[in-house]
Structures are given as C-alpha cells and as structure tokens.
C-alpha cells in the first residue's frame, strides 16, 4: 500500500528557534497533503492543505506565517514551525491520498515537537 | 459545515463485541472513515463507507445510513490490543479535506 515518511520523529527545540517536519510520498504522487496537528487525549486537527506548486490553505485559526508550508514537488511537503513557544509542542501529522489507493488516506508516523 | 460526534471513553471485556458510534452532518457528504490510533502513533485505516449498509472486514465492520447521518464501528471477539482511539472522519469541502470526530478511547479489560 502507499507509504508517507515523515521526518523527524521526534524533536526538541529551544523556544524562539525554528523547527522543519518534512513529509514525503514514497511510491505515490501527492498533489494535495495535508497537515495535522494533536494535542495529547484529543483527536487530529486539521491545519492546512498543502498544494504543489501552490499557496497552502489553511484552517481558519491557523497562523500562515508561524506555521510555513511549502509543497514544492509532488512527493515533498514541508512544515516549518517559525519562532516555536512551549504552547506549540505537539503532535504533527502529515497525510495524503494515493489517487490509485483504495485505503483512503495515509498518515507519516507524527512528529512529537517538544519546545523547552 | 460540519460536525462529527461520537463518545468520549468506552469500556468493554475481552472477547466481547463493542459498537462505536458516530453522528456527522457534513455539507456535501463524500464518504465516511474509520480509524484506529494507538497513543503517540499515527492513525491506521480501518473503513471507508460510502453507500449505505454494512461492510465487513474480519473482527471489524462499519455500518453508514446517510440519510441518518450515522455511522457506527462494530468490534467483535475483542482482544487487548484493541485498546486504542477509535477516529470517525469525513471529507468537507474542497480538496477532499479529511475532518476528524473527537475520537473514542477504547479499553478493553480482562
């Protein structure tokens, strides 16, 4: 089935520094991918889509310049938490649907950011 | 719009069946999703409803009435491992948004 890598598992970082997920389709194109974010008992919530060669869309609440997304080719999106604060460590999530799939949409393994 | 619902906790005793449920309103209905997420991993697909009616795979089935705007997860000869969150989803708008319930925390005691 189709696979999406998501890089790094885990991460810690000072507060104030800049912090890059990146997420890659493996044996798919992905136009679209989208980006989660979950806070610890509760369920994913959608922050933006990532479109290729596109803005991002993101979720009303969700801010654009603190949460950068780039989409740049059709197997890597990238989410880059600017200026990260204690209140952004989370769990992030990354997903995308393989057109040819019939398993709906697939999920890379989270990242767990802890800001200090 | 939309709003998808379904409980908080539920309980259940190994080897027993459990059923989910989930109540969606969703504008423009494209289909209804179910996963299953173990603390600190990411979300496995379980179903994915598009039609009215049950489907069955193994242990697992997923039942849909749109009209209803309900949906349910049925978990037969329940193991341990079964404990985990149990997500209900759907498609809003555009791009094929995928929008997530609140999610069910299973636990299955001996």
């Known amino acids: 089935g189709a696979v999406v890598s998501q890089h790094p598992s885990r991460v810690i970082c000072k507060s104030g520094t800049s912090v890059k997920i990146e997420c890659r389709s493996l044996?798919?194109?992905?136009?679209?991918m989208f980006w989660y974010r979950q806070f610890p008992k509760q369920s994913l919530m959608l922050m933006a889509t990532?479109?290729?060669?596109?803005?991002?869309?993101?979720e009303q609440g969700v801010e654009k310049d603190k949460f950068l997304i780039n989409h740049a080719s059709l197997t890597l999106s990238t989410l880059t938490v600017t200026s990260a604060h204690p209140e952004d460590s989370s769990f992030y999530i990354c997903?995308?649907?393989?057109?040819?799939?019939?398993?709906?949409?697939?999920f890379g393994s989270g990242t767990r950011l802890t800001v200090v | 719009g939309q709003n998808i619902d379904q409980p908080t906790e539920m309980t259940a005793t190994e080897g027993a069946i459990v059923q989910i449920n989930c109540t969606y309103q969703t504008s423009g209905f494209n289909g209804l999703f179910w996963y299953q997420q173990h603390a600190g991993e990411a979300p496995t697909f379980l179903s994915y409803?598009?039609?009215?009616g049950l489907e069955e795979k193994g242990r697992f089935s997923s039942f849909l009435s749109r009209s209803k705007g309900y949906s349910y997860l049925l978990l037969k000869e329940l193991q341990m491992k079964d404990s985990a969150s149990y997500l209900c989803a759907g498609f809003s708008g555009g791009y094929n948004k995928l929008i997530f319930g609140a999610g069910t925390r299973l636990a299955v005691h001996p």
């Open positions: 044996d798919f194109q992905a136009t679209t």
């Open positions: 997903s995308a649907r393989d057109p040819q799939g019939a398993e709906g949409y697939t």
């Open positions: 409803n598009v039609l009215d």
């Open positions: 990532s479109n290729e060669g596109s803005k991002a869309t993101y």
